[in-house]
């Protein structure tokens, strides 16, 4: 038995706008003429129950219900108010209630906008695009155009009161129109998200085509995704999304690609059990399945041939489609338009040539802006761009400290690292189906127009260390984690980037332990009973809260070196090594961190300044950790988190200069390992070390010599001044640690030639202290 | 004796990290869920990094200055 968790309910049979494209009045089906005009509340009663009752047998998560027409405000406040009360009050006690209206938009006004804040209800609105393509259908029944109402509604949603209403906008293709000024005017409306709609049409009556054209709707689509495209893909577009995720094996967001199955149910105003509506299109009665919610319960209804020849998906393709090397993508094409008298929906799509020609360019676009494939044999391999250090950057990196160009370079290439780990969150985001998703898409569409337009400003806070440790958590979460809330953080790391960019924007951020967050900037904490969301603006003057208060705690930060590090206490993603962080600290606290800092870099830089330099490169942040009794000179590094030093505040500013020190050893060890193989990762074999009591794998031995390296170098300096008692002897214990380590390393062949030649280096500096004795 | 086993590189003529800096985001985003991409191979070398039990813990620490 399939399971059906979306529903269309039809309020109101009857449409204010008279648009001659429309399938409900204008298509194959005419059984509008014997529907009621509205849904009265027995009717909406006993569909309430039904899917309420098969939510619970089957306990599903969420169930999606849109409420539909004809044009759903035509029955008014009230009636839409008892509607969704019914709704909540039969459903929500038993799965998640996901509500959304789908209206042309002109009667919307601030009484309904308030109706639906009060019930989660997203807002769908259909607009053709620019004036003059949507007066070409959507007219009143005399011939007025119904632009500018349609616009009134948007404006409403725009404002910030109402704009978590807006869902996006639904936009049917006339390949008359400028493809060009539609994209323009439906981005003028500032949607979330908007869609593309093929005009229905089936092999009985296909759609319009200008003589001679063969894929005119490709081209025409094609043209706005071109332009979307070096547009920095500003705004999710349903179909190019879903038809990209489809190609690449994962879900569609709408039913007219791809080829998972569609779990939609319609149910009429007079409780019928309908198919997709689109079905309308393909004959009279076409969608009626006999069933109605009085009698008949879902699972009976999903029985019936032609709902479950949808739930099927990819099984209820024709042979074509089947055998056909697009169909992934397209997944036959909404099945409306396969519809053919005699062969019934056995078909491919009317569509076909157009999609399999708009598939090829989205493929095809993608394929000569990217890294060749290795080349068929016997050709010449054509070089991927990669990163490599700069000639001796390597050598002097394994020599302890590297230099300045080395550490440029390694910074490069984590800039790749940070970027593509940031795309591979950004491939997983889609429309949105709920608040947080819509939220992640906003954000994340916001993001790749500043990636575009002000690239050194999304660098300055993609870069920021917790925003690898956010990607790594978003892309394998754990078994705490609320991915939807994670996901939703883009939105922060947008407006941060705004801010720095200095660019206006209006956005809704998610609430996250009583705070909403802007990475490496500060964070916001907010009254959490006005909801778990917050609409802030970004301005060229800063960044304010619309409509609540909220108490603004900065990212205190320290200079070294003439540049900014922070001392992070807020970042909600900084929690990524084995100790706890501390929580915000007490200005006290902060004033000892600032006084330590300072003084600890300028330690570092008198005794070790080409250490001291790079340090200073690839510092961005410190973490506070939770203090311990007893225990100051605790450190740490995580792999995800490059740029980061966490660490206790040790009892005196040289061991703050040793942490420093050390803990950087450690982030550019990590870096270069993700840019050479150093060791055979497949050797399981533990090797003693001097520094610890445990075994320690071979990377483990070689983040521990390499950092030790770095520490013995300071002793080494510290020995230079005879009355220091201490130094020869704690320096000769370093030096004795790293010599031993790293002729373990070498006995045990675990090294690659790049690991040998770390290694290498590494020696030189060891026996360069050997001679200095 | 140098050990080249347990390289990670499928195709040693692939860089280890490929250049993606002046790339835009959608693209990169495209080029991570492409499995045949290298900016795919090296996320999922990055994720894996994260638990191998060969390598040492993600976050390596000195506990004894």
Redesign the interface.
């Known amino acids: 038995l399939e399971l059906v968790s979306q529903y269309v309910l039809k309020v109101h049979s009857r449409c204010d706008l008279s648009c001659d494209h429309c399938y409900v009045y204008e298509h194959a089906d005419q059984t509008w003429r014997t529907k009621p005009r509205r849904l009265i509340e027995l009717t909406a009663g006993q569909a309430a129950i039904r899917i309420a009752e098969h939510a619970a047998q089957h306990r599903l998560d969420t169930v999606h219900v849109v409420l539909h027409g004809g044009e759903p405000l035509l029955l008014g406040h009230d009636g839409l108010s008892a509607v969704l009360q019914t709704l909540r009050a039969r459903i929500a006690p038993v799965t998640r209630l996901s509500l959304r209206i789908q209206t042309n938009g002109v009667l919307l006004d601030e009484r309904l906008c308030d109706l639906f804040a009060e019930y989660g209800v997203q807002v769908g609105v259909s607009l053709d695009g620019d004036q003059a393509a949507n007066d070409r259908h959507r007219r009143f029944p005399d011939g007025r155009s119904s632009h500018a109402a349609v616009r009134r509604g948007l404006a409403l949603l725009r404002r910030p009161a109402y704009r978590q209403l807006y869902a996006g906008l639904l936009c049917t293709v006339d390949v008359a129109n400028d493809p060009i000024a539609v994209y323009e005017a439906l981005l003028a409306e500032q949607p979330p998200a908007f869609d593309l709609l093929l005009p229905h049409a089936t092999w009985d009556h296909p759609p319009s085509r200008p003589p001679g054209a063969a894929a005119p709707y490709a081209a025409w689509l094609g043209t706005i995704y071109d332009r979307w495209r070096a547009d920095g893909c500003p705004v999710p577009i349903r179909l190019f999304d879903s038809l990209r995720s489809a190609w690449h094996g994962h879900r569609s967001w709408t039913e007219a690609v791809g080829t998972d199955s569609v779990d939609l149910l319609v149910i009429d105003t007079d409780g019928a059990w309908e198919q997709a509506d689109s079905l309308k299109t393909a004959f009279d009665g076409a969608p009626a399945t006999g069933r109605n919610v009085f009698d008949h319960s879902v699972d009976q209804v999903a029985a019936h041939p032609g709902v479950a020849a949808r739930l099927a998906g990819a099984g209820a393709l024709c042979a074509t489609c089947r055998a056909c090397p697009v169909v992934r993508a397209c997944g036959g094409g909404l099945y409306a338009h396969r519809y053919k008298t005699g062969s019934g929906f056995d078909n491919p799509s009317v569509y076909c040539a157009d999609l399999k020609a708009l598939i090829e360019q989205l493929t095809t676009v993608r394929s000569s802006t990217r890294p060749a494939r290795p080349p068929p044999a016997a050709s010449a391999p054509e070089p991927v761009a990669g990163h490599v250090l700069p000639p001796d950057a390597f050598d002097r990196l394994a020599a302890g400290p590297g230099d300045p160009a080395g550490m440029a370079a390694l910074l490069d290439s984590r800039w790749s690292v940070i970027r593509s780990l940031v795309g591979a969150v950004g491939a997983g985001i889609g429309p949105g189906h709920d608040e947080l998703g819509r939220i992640a898409a906003d954000g994340w569409a916001l993001l790749c127009t500043l990636d575009a337009e002000a690239p050194d400003a999304v660098r300055e806070v993609l870069s920021y260390p917790y925003v690898q440790a956010w990607a790594v958590r978003c892309l394998r979460p754990a078994q705490d984690a609320d991915p939807g809330l994670d996901r939703a953080h883009l939105a922060g790391l947008a407006a941060a980037a705004a801010l720095r960019a200095q660019v206006p924007v209006e956005l809704v951020l998610p609430v996250r332990a009583g705070a909403i967050y802007l990475p490496s900037v500060g964070a916001l904490a907010v009254d959490t009973s006005a909801g778990q969301t917050a609409s802030v603006r970004v301005s060229p003057d800063g960044f304010s809260l619309a409509g609540r208060p909220g108490r603004w705690q900065p990212v205190r930060q320290v200079t070294i070196a003439g540049r900014p590090v922070t001392v992070d206490d807020l970042d909600p993603f900084r929690d990524c090594q084995v100790w706890a962080p501390a929580e915000r600290l007490p200005d006290p606290s902060w004033q000892a961190w600032r006084r330590a800092l300072e003084a600890a870099a300028a330690g570092l830089a008198a005794r070790l300044p080409k250490y001291a330099e790079v340090v200073a490169m690839g510092l961005r942040s410190v973490l506070p950790l939770r203090p311990e009794q007893g225990d100051h000179s605790r450190s740490g590094t995580a792999r995800h988190a490059f740029g980061a030093l966490a660490m206790a505040l040790p009892a005196d500013v040289d061991t703050l200069s040793v942490l420093l020190l050390h803990e950087m050893q450690h982030a550019k060890l990590a870096a270069l390992g993700d840019l050479y193989d150093l060791f055979d990762r497949g050797d399981g074999r533990l090797f003693q070390v001097g520094w610890r009591a445990d075994p320690r794998p071979a990377e483990g031995v070689l983040h521990g010599a390499y950092a030790h390296l770095a520490v013995a170098e300071w002793w080494q300096a510290r020995r230079q001044d005879p009355a220091d008692r201490v130094a020869e002897r704690t320096f000769q214990l370093y030096r004795s640690w790293v010599a031993e380590a790293l002729n373990a390393l070498l006995r045990a062949s675990v090294l690659t030639a790049d690991g040998e030649r770390l290694v290498g280096g590494m020696g030189q500096t060891v026996e360069a202290w050997s001679d200095a004795q | ?9 499928g ?1 040693p ?9 002046g ?12 499995a ?5 191979g ?2 999922q ?3 894996d ?2 638990e ?14």
Do not use: C, K, W, Y
Request: proline fraction near 11%.
């Open positions: 004796v140098v050990s080249t086993a347990g390289s990670t590189r195709n003529d692939l860089p280890l990290v490929p250049d993606v800096q790339v835009l985001l959608p693209e990169v985003a495209d080029r991570a869920a492409d045949d991409d290298p900016v795919a090296l996320v070398r990055f994720m990094s994260m191998s039990p060969s390598r040492v813990p993600i976050t390596m620490f000195n506990s004894a200055i």
